[in-house]
Protein backbone atom coordinates (compact mmCIF):
# COMPACT_ATOMS: atom_id res chain seq x y z
CA UNK A 1 0.00 0.00 0.00
CA UNK A 2 2.89 2.17 0.78
CA UNK A 3 5.90 3.85 -0.70
CA UNK A 4 7.69 6.90 0.56
CA UNK A 5 10.05 9.28 -1.46
CA UNK A 6 12.44 11.70 0.44
CA UNK A 7 10.26 14.27 1.02
CA UNK A 8 7.56 11.99 2.44
CA UNK A 9 9.94 10.79 4.83
CA UNK A 10 11.10 13.42 6.49
CA UNK A 11 7.31 14.42 6.44
CA UNK A 12 6.58 10.79 8.15
CA UNK A 13 9.04 11.82 10.91
CA UNK A 14 8.17 15.13 11.99
CA UNK A 15 4.64 14.01 12.22
CA UNK A 16 5.91 11.37 14.17
CA UNK A 17 7.73 13.23 16.72
CA UNK A 18 5.03 15.82 17.14
CA UNK A 19 3.01 12.47 17.93
CA UNK A 20 5.02 11.30 20.74
CA UNK A 21 5.06 14.92 22.32
CA UNK A 22 1.89 15.21 22.24
CA UNK A 23 -0.21 11.94 23.10
CA UNK A 24 -4.04 6.54 13.97
CA UNK A 25 -6.21 3.81 6.33
CA UNK A 26 -6.34 0.81 6.51
CA UNK A 27 -5.51 -1.00 9.49
CA UNK A 28 -5.90 -0.27 13.13
CA UNK A 29 -3.36 -0.09 15.65
CA UNK A 30 -5.02 0.15 19.18
CA UNK A 31 -2.45 0.10 22.41
CA UNK A 32 -5.84 -0.55 24.92
CA UNK A 33 -3.65 1.47 27.23
CA UNK A 34 -6.20 2.59 29.31
CA UNK A 35 -5.22 4.02 32.85
CA UNK A 36 -6.14 1.68 35.72
CA UNK A 37 -5.30 4.56 38.66
CA UNK A 38 -8.15 5.92 40.13
CA UNK A 39 -6.15 9.06 40.77
CA UNK A 40 -4.55 9.58 37.05
CA UNK A 41 -6.92 9.08 34.44
CA UNK A 42 -4.98 10.04 31.83
CA UNK A 43 -2.56 8.41 30.02
CA UNK A 44 -0.16 9.03 26.59
CA UNK A 45 1.31 5.83 24.75
CA UNK A 46 3.28 4.76 21.92
CA UNK A 47 2.71 1.63 20.27
CA UNK A 48 3.93 -0.26 17.29
CA UNK A 49 1.93 -2.95 15.30
CA UNK A 50 2.26 -5.78 13.32
CA UNK A 51 -0.65 -8.14 11.73
CA UNK A 52 -1.82 -9.86 8.43
CA UNK A 53 -5.33 -9.32 6.77
CA UNK A 54 -6.92 -12.43 5.96
CA UNK A 55 -8.47 -12.29 2.75
CA UNK A 56 -5.35 -11.61 0.67
CA UNK A 57 -1.79 -11.86 0.76
CA UNK A 58 -1.12 -8.97 2.72
CA UNK A 59 1.02 -7.65 5.94
CA UNK A 60 1.10 -4.48 7.78
CA UNK A 61 2.95 -2.73 10.38
CA UNK A 62 2.92 0.26 12.18
CA UNK A 63 3.15 3.07 14.79
CA UNK A 64 0.81 4.94 16.81
CA UNK A 65 0.63 7.94 19.47
CA UNK A 66 -2.24 7.86 21.86
CA UNK A 67 -4.23 9.96 24.32
CA UNK A 68 -6.75 7.87 26.77
CA UNK A 69 -8.68 9.24 29.44
CA UNK A 70 -10.57 6.86 31.56
CA UNK A 71 -13.88 8.00 33.30
CA UNK A 72 -14.55 9.17 36.90
CA UNK A 73 -14.92 5.85 39.51
CA UNK A 74 -16.20 3.58 36.34
CA UNK A 75 -14.30 1.04 34.47
CA UNK A 76 -14.76 2.77 31.07
CA UNK A 77 -12.04 4.45 29.32
CA UNK A 78 -11.85 6.65 26.12
CA UNK A 79 -9.06 7.17 23.53
CA UNK A 80 -7.62 9.21 20.57
CA UNK A 81 -5.52 7.80 17.89
CA UNK A 82 -2.96 8.91 15.22
CA UNK A 83 -1.47 6.15 13.62
CA UNK A 84 1.04 5.11 10.50
CA UNK A 85 0.68 2.28 8.93
CA UNK A 86 2.53 0.11 6.08
CA UNK A 87 1.03 -2.16 4.05
CA UNK A 88 2.50 -4.68 1.44
CA UNK A 89 0.50 -6.80 -0.73
CA UNK A 90 2.57 -9.93 -1.69
CA UNK A 91 0.85 -10.42 -4.89
CA UNK A 92 1.08 -7.05 -6.53
CA UNK A 93 4.40 -6.17 -4.62
CA UNK A 94 3.02 -2.71 -4.02
CA UNK A 95 3.73 -0.86 -0.71
CA UNK A 96 1.34 1.76 0.55
CA UNK A 97 2.18 3.40 3.66
CA UNK A 98 -0.98 5.75 5.43
CA UNK A 99 -2.07 7.90 8.35
CA UNK A 100 -5.15 7.45 10.21
CA UNK A 101 -7.16 8.89 13.38
CA UNK A 102 -9.29 6.66 15.49
CA UNK A 103 -11.54 7.01 18.70
CA UNK A 104 -11.87 3.99 20.95
CA UNK A 105 -13.43 2.87 23.92
CA UNK A 106 -12.47 0.54 26.48
CA UNK A 107 -14.08 -1.59 29.56
CA UNK A 108 -11.55 -2.44 32.10
CA UNK A 109 -12.53 -6.47 32.39
CA UNK A 110 -10.04 -6.40 35.75
CA UNK A 111 -6.80 -5.16 37.36
CA UNK A 112 -4.77 -6.11 33.96
CA UNK A 113 -7.41 -7.06 31.28
CA UNK A 114 -9.12 -4.98 29.09
CA UNK A 115 -11.74 -5.08 26.08
CA UNK A 116 -12.97 -2.34 23.43
CA UNK A 117 -13.51 -1.12 20.66
CA UNK A 118 -12.57 1.51 18.14
CA UNK A 119 -13.17 2.93 14.52
CA UNK A 120 -10.61 5.04 12.19
CA UNK A 121 -10.51 6.48 9.16
CA UNK A 122 -7.33 7.14 6.77
CA UNK A 123 -7.20 10.27 6.05
CA UNK A 124 -3.75 10.74 4.07
CA UNK A 125 -1.64 7.68 2.30
CA UNK A 126 0.66 7.54 -0.55
CA UNK A 127 -1.66 4.93 -2.65
CA UNK A 128 -1.19 7.25 -5.84
CA UNK A 129 0.64 7.43 -9.13
CA UNK A 130 3.51 9.45 -7.84
CA UNK A 131 3.47 7.60 -4.58
CA UNK A 132 3.43 10.33 -2.32
CA UNK A 133 1.93 11.28 0.43
CA UNK A 134 -1.42 12.79 -0.25
CA UNK A 135 -4.99 13.95 1.60
CA UNK A 136 -7.36 11.52 0.72
CA UNK A 137 -11.08 10.42 1.81
CA UNK A 138 -9.48 6.99 3.24
CA UNK A 139 -10.95 3.80 4.53
CA UNK A 140 -13.15 3.53 7.65
CA UNK A 141 -12.01 0.47 10.11
CA UNK A 142 -13.19 -0.78 12.98
CA UNK A 143 -11.97 -2.93 15.64
CA UNK A 144 -12.39 -5.21 18.44
CA UNK A 145 -9.80 -5.85 20.59
CA UNK A 146 -8.63 -7.18 24.28
CA UNK A 147 -5.39 -6.03 26.21
CA UNK A 148 -3.11 -6.64 28.72
CA UNK A 149 -1.02 -4.37 30.69
CA UNK A 150 1.82 -4.56 33.36
CA UNK A 151 1.66 -1.46 35.52
CA UNK A 152 5.60 -0.46 36.52
CA UNK A 153 7.34 0.97 39.33
CA UNK A 154 7.80 4.58 38.00
CA UNK A 155 3.66 3.81 37.21
CA UNK A 156 4.14 3.96 33.46
CA UNK A 157 2.58 0.86 32.10
CA UNK A 158 4.16 -2.11 29.09
CA UNK A 159 0.43 -3.03 26.98
CA UNK A 160 0.08 -5.79 24.66
CA UNK A 161 -3.22 -6.39 22.82
CA UNK A 162 -4.52 -8.31 20.11
CA UNK A 163 -7.02 -6.96 17.48
CA UNK A 164 -9.44 -8.06 15.21
CA UNK A 165 -9.91 -5.43 12.20
CA UNK A 166 -12.75 -5.28 9.86
CA UNK A 167 -11.84 -3.04 6.68
CA UNK A 168 -15.64 -1.46 5.76
CA UNK A 169 -14.44 0.20 2.53
CA UNK A 170 -12.46 -2.58 1.55
CA UNK A 171 -14.18 -5.70 3.50
CA UNK A 172 -11.08 -6.88 4.76
CA UNK A 173 -10.58 -8.80 7.97
CA UNK A 174 -7.20 -8.90 9.34
CA UNK A 175 -5.61 -9.33 13.12
CA UNK A 176 -2.68 -7.69 14.71
CA UNK A 177 -0.81 -7.36 17.74
CA UNK A 178 0.30 -4.58 19.55
CA UNK A 179 2.89 -3.62 21.78
CA UNK A 180 2.61 -0.32 23.79
CA UNK A 181 4.24 1.97 26.51
CA UNK A 182 2.74 4.89 28.07
CA UNK A 183 2.67 6.79 31.02
CA UNK A 184 0.08 8.57 32.92
CA UNK A 185 -0.22 12.57 33.01
Known amino acids: MFKTSNDSSIFTIIVWVLCGLSSFEGQAQLSNNIPRSENQKSALSLSASYGEILDREASFY ?11 NAPVGFAGSLMWDSEKD ?5 TVNTFTAAITGSYLVGRRF ?3 TGLGKGFMDTDNPEEKYKFTSGDW ?6 GYQILLKNRSTIGISLS ?3 NMSAKENS ?3 D ?3 GIPI
Do not use: D, H, Q, V
Request: aromatic content about 18%; proline content about 0%.
Open 164 to 166: YEY
Open 114 to 116: SIG
Open 62 to 72: GFSGEYARRLN
Open 179 to 181: LAF
Open 175 to 177: LSI
Open 90 to 94: RTKNK
Open 141 to 146: TTALFG
